[in-house]
């Protein structure tokens, strides 16, 4: 018998597996657990180099899953200043004057709808302070943003646009822009103006996130974007570091792909390194509910919401049927009520599907009725949602997000359980940048969420699950990932608490005194 690499003692082990739920000690040999047990099980695979690490009564888990992440194309999106912490004008003006400047540019992200008190975003609420510097303002939600004067004036705006996809620079009565850009295509405009940051900066800061997250108990990521150098910066870093958080990549799909887009997407599945693959498609059957391009049966309050980010939603079903018959799964972007249910007709009309068949899911589900619950455990689709998302809104519905949908539309907000209850396959994530990457954020998020969600929370093994189990089968990876077993990959988490018993706040402030990622330790506190 070979010596272990690792062998891990004096924990509470949760292995998240039916034939041995408990156990003590686990001895990880090439990337693979070799051994699950108690001291004794693992003792005869220690050797002269076997590293022995004793967690002193931690509880061990599977390796975390952030189920949706962006922390490649998220980098760009993060850039510039914080906005998070900002809750109205006064406090963003104050921020934007104090903003550090990029090339002249005023850059910021993570600013709340709310901040604006209800006042339509434009452009003249934030002028006096730029000091007549051009400002691209990212909103939380990433479809969004809010640009100065400048700003439109150096991307050559002066007009309302047409778009293939639903996109819109809003405008006045008189047709002048009011700086307000909804969704990808609009913002993409002020985008190719902005300053970028050097490739080997970009890097750096993608192995510095990537640590980060690993201090939090992530050992891999499902990430919903493969855009622009991605591709080369993933490989650049390989080529002088290891990644401390496991990648799968998911490209995304837009309105107006043809055959060659189509197959160009499949043949981008064989791209893969040491610790990151292409794995997946992702599409949007819509936009978001406080931007007003979520797809709703019904019309929101500003009689928006009643049409596809896909303006011919068969075209959306036909590249999924496409990407089907390839063997390739798929992960598609679906808030409104409308959009969840066009995409599960989608799935619905592939078929049965046996062992083995491509895995298709739906993320986000920020809205859905009750008759449309059970269908995800029917039809074999995979949930994909994030707690942490539920902290922009309010239990009093007092919120954007709230206001736009009405009542009862908002009471069906995130229906992480019912989905739980019905079957469904739940696989958790934060969202980055969107919300905080902290993999206990999400958990404690999943036990208790906030604003309109209050009150409707995971039991703790129902949260771990959805960032383990739940996550691997996701991916189509549960015969290799997701529990603590023989011959399973050798993601490990452990945590100063016990996540299946502890409160949420007990589990928000968790220690994390290791994460292990195929068999290297990634983090150690």
Known sequence: MAAADI?????????????????????????????????????????????????AGAVLVPGLTDAHSHPVWGLELATGADLSAVTDLDGLRAALRSAERRDGWVLAWGLDHNAFGGREPHHRLIEDALDGAPAFIRLYDGHSALVGAAALKAAGIDGPRTFVQRADVVCDPEGRPTGYLIEHAAMDLVARVLPRAPFAERGTRLLELLSGMAATGIASA??????????????????????????????????????????????????????????GVKFFMDGTVEGGTAWLEHADCHGRGTDSFWPDP??????????????????????????????????????????????????????????????????????????????????????????????DRADRAWRCRDLRDAGAVLALGSDWPIAPYDAR???????????????????????????TSH???????????????????????????????????????????????????????
């Open 314 to 407: 068969a075209a959306y079903s036909a590249a999924v049927h496409r990407l089907h018959r390839a063997g390739v799964g798929t992960a598609t972007h679906a808030i409104g009520d409308a959009a969840v249910r066009h995409v599960l007709d989608t799935v619905e009309a592939l078929g049965p599907r046996g062992t083995g068949a491509p895995v298709h899911r739906i993320e986000h589900i920020e809205t859905v009725p009750d008759d449309q619950i059970g269908r995800f455990a029917r039809l074999g689709v995979v949930a994909s949602m994030q707690p942490p998302h539920t902290v922009y809104t309010r239990a009093d519905h007092s919120d954007e997000w709230s206001k736009r949908l009405g009542t």
């Open 441 to 467: 954020g999400v958990l404690a998020t999943a036990l208790a969420p906030r604003g309109a969600a209050a009150g409707h929370g995971l039991t703790g093994l129902m949260a771990l699950e959805g960032c």
């Open 222 to 279: 499902h990430v919903m974007d493969l855009g622009g150098d991605s591709l080369e910066l993933l490989a650049s870093v390989e080529d002088s570091a290891d990644l401390p958080v496991r990648l799968r990549l998911a490209p995304w799909c837009m309105p107006g792909a043809g055959e060659d887009e189509l197959e160009r997407l499949v043949a981008v599945q064989r791209e893969r390194g040491r610790d990151w693959r292409v794995g």
């Open 471 to 525: 996550a691997a089968l996701a991916a189509g990876e549960s015969a290799i990932a997701g529990r603590i077993a023989v011959g399973y990959r050798a993601d490990l988490t452990a945590l100063g608490v016990d996540p299946v018993t502890a409160t949420a706040d007990e589990v928000a402030d968790a220690p994390v005194p290791l994460t292990v990622m195929s068999g290297r330790i990634t983090h150690r506190a």
């Open 7 to 55: 062998v891990l003692t004096g924990a509470a082990v949760r292995t998240l597996d039916p034939a041995r739920p408990a156990a003590d000690a686990v001895a990880v040999k090439d990337g693979l657990i070799v051994a699950v047990g108690d001291a004794a099980d693992v003792r005869a695979w220690r050797g002269p180099g076997t590293e022995t690490v004793d967690l």
